[in-house]
């Protein structure tokens, strides 16, 4: 007689995540106006502490798409939409500059690439992809520390979670119409929660 299958673990329809991790009650509806488009490593999308799904869940116009080469023709599809200036969040570094561009207007309708990975990783896929290192830059203003530290520990001072630097882009490009306080409070509930999971069982 054959052993007794084992029960699969339930995974929650919404965030896509067990039961015992799901974030559907940390999500936290905030209002903006730029749109975002994360570009999220396959590696990423397996760690249970990564910031995106929370990311997802709490803005309407957020769209996730994972890979980690695209055709040019992909890259068109996934960067712009109409009355929208796409601007890729990135800091102009030596090894892949950022390309010269007409400064952000006060009014501009904005379609935000964020790229969801490891420092090297990203860079890796920006230089693979001339269309997406392209793209006018825009770079987060001194960032504060990470409150990801907890559960990943970052290697440089200015390296924030994703979510992080998703809520800091979005306050300069939304100006005072964008509140991320309070999504910025459900991560530090999730990073809380991420710890107390990793801490070692009494005894």
């Known amino acids: 007689m054959s052993p007794p299958a084992l029960a699969r673990r339930t995974v929650c329809p919404r965030c896509h995540r067990p039961g015992s991790t799901c974030l559907c009650a940390l999500a936290c509806p905030t209002a903006h106006r730029s749109e975002v488009l994360v570009l999220q490593h396959p590696q990423e999308q397996r760690q249970a502490k990564n910031s995106v799904a929370l990311l997802r869940l709490s803005l309407a116009q957020c769209e996730v798409v994972v890979g980690e080469r695209f055709t040019d023709a992909q890259l068109a599809a996934l960067l712009h939409r109409p009355g929208r200036v796409t601007r890729l969040l990135y800091p102009d570094v030596s090894a892949a500059p950022a390309p010269a561009g007409p400064a952000r207007g006060a009014d501009e309708h904005t379609r ?29 203003a001194t960032p504060p520390p990470t409150r990801y530290r907890a559960i990943r520990a970052a290697r440089r001072p200015d390296q924030v979670s994703t979510l992080e630097a998703t809520v800091q882009a979005l306050a300069q490009l939304d100006g005072a119409s964008f509140d991320g306080a309070p999504l910025l409070a459900a991560f530090d509930r999730f990073v809380e929660r991420e710890a107390r999971r990793r801490e070692p069982p009494a005894g």
């Open 112 to 140: 935000l690439v964020v790229i969801d990975a490891t420092w090297r990783k990203s860079l890796r896929l920006l230089l693979e992809h001339p269309v997406l290192a392209a793209l006018p830059r825009l770079a987060l």
